[in-house]
Each structure stands twice: as C-alpha cells, then as structure tokens.
C-alpha cells in the first residue's frame, strides 16, 4: 500500500486545474487574436469597394475645409508647414501613421486578453462597432483627405496614400479611442490610462500635421469610438464561462 501525504491530492489537482485554465487561456487567446487580425485587415479589403464619386469627395472635402474656416479651426496647413521643415520628424509621423493604427490594438488585445477575457469583449465590440459605422459614413458621404485635395498644397508622403474617400471620420483616431479604451478595461492605474490618452494626442496631431485628416474628421473619430462603446454598454452581457480564468497579469 502506497501512502501519499496528506493533501497532496489537493495540490496535484490543483497543479491540473492551473494547467487547464492556462491552456484553455491560451486557446481563448489565439482564437480571439486571429479574430481581431482579421477585423483589422477588413478595412484594406472593403475601403477599394466603398468608394464613392471623386468628385462628390472632394466637394465633400471643400465643405469641410470651408467649415473650419469660417470657425477659425483649419489648423492643417499650418501644422504641416512646421512638420515639412523637420524630415525626421516628418518620417517618423507618417510612420506612426502607417503602423499605429495596427499594433496598437493588437498589443492591447493581447493584454486584455490574458487579463480580463470580459473586457476585451467589450473592447472588440466597439473595435467592431466603430468600423462598421465608420464604413457607413464612407458610403454616405466620402471625403477626401487634404493631402488628396487638389489645390491644398498639402502632400500624403510616404509610405502609402491613403483612402481616396474615407476621411470623415478619422479612422485612426477613432481606433485609437478604442484602444485608450481598452487600456482603462486593462488596469485602474492612472499611468497605464495616461498612455491611452497620450496615444489619441499623439494620433491626432500625426493625421493633422500628416495632411491625412481635417479636424472635423478627428472630432467624427472620437465621437464615432465613444458611440461604439457606449453601444456595448446597453448590449447584452456574456457570463464568464466557468474554468477559463485569464491567468493574472500584473499591472
């Protein structure tokens, strides 16, 4: 007869419960990753074909434009002439606007996903959310960015143009709502939260000083985000499914 100490029974199961949860938290975070992958490449397949008349775009572009003029709010030449005079800077911007837009809720995702199973939910209904209603304004009423404009002296730069007519709302910004969002479901400290804040600050002035946004266009953003998550709000709730805990991540 084998005599086995007094409860190590206990810990030998709770070592496989430990090693379940992981996995099964694991599991959750490559299906829900591929997911969100997925969403974020949506816009580059769907932008071609929810192009408007080019010219419906630009006038919708000069109304814009005419709008903050006459509030006194057209800030985007001025921008963009103290952003041309500093080419490192400049390239760094138009970098940031590339690739921001990407890996800034990929990684939050990632965290979200580990830490708080729930509020990456919620984060990817607004993710999704916002997009979709952003896709309907791209239909409704295409805008040309400024650097599009004919006659605005203003130039999109490298590494790529963007969309001919999905200036309004700003895409970036609106994502970078979501993700300050998902930064404030991640952790109640007030420096993780801040750099949600800084993201959108400095994502608003790179699509400004870039040439790529008006700033109607980045208002229509954070409007857009803060409407996305507002709707996840009154949807209904998903129960924790039992034995998938996130495993604990500390910040």
Do not use: N
């Amino acid at each position: 007869m084998i005599l086995t100490p007094a409860g190590s029974t206990g810990a030998v199961a709770g070592s496989g419960l430990t090693h379940q949860r992981r996995w099964e938290s694991a599991r959750l975070a490559v299906f829900e990753l591929v997911l969100l992958v997925v969403l974020l490449h949506v816009y580059d397949l769907v932008a071609p074909h929810a192009a408007g008349d080019v010219t419906d775009a630009d006038a919708h572009s000069r109304a814009v434009w005419g709008l903050e003029s006459a509030w006194g709010i057209d800030v985007e030449p001025s921008w963009y002439a103290a952003l041309a005079g500093h080419p490192w800077l400049s390239g760094a911007a138009h970098l940031y606007y590339a690739d921001s837009i990407y890996l800034a809720p990929a990684l939050v995702a990632i965290l979200l996903v580990v830490r708080d199973v729930e509020g990456y939910r919620s984060m990817r209904t607004a993710f999704v959310a916002t997009t979709l209603i952003a896709y309907a304004a791209f239909w409704l009423y295409p805008t040309a960015p400024p650097c599009l404009l004919p006659g605005s002296g203003l130039t999109c730069g490298e590494p790529a143009p963007p969309d001919p007519f999905a200036a309004m709302p700003s895409l970036h910004v609106a994502w970078a709502g979501v993700v300050a969002i998902g930064l404030a479901l991640l952790s109640t400290q007030a420096w993780v939260r801040a750099l949600g804040v800084v993201h959108v600050v400095v994502t608003i002035a790179v699509v400004l000083a870039t040439g790529h946004h008006f700033v109607l266009d980045t208002v229509a953003g954070l409007v857009v985000a803060a409407g996305a998550f507002a709707l996840t709000r009154v949807l209904p709730g998903r129960e924790a499914s039992r034995g998938s805990d996130p495993i604990p991540v500390l910040i």
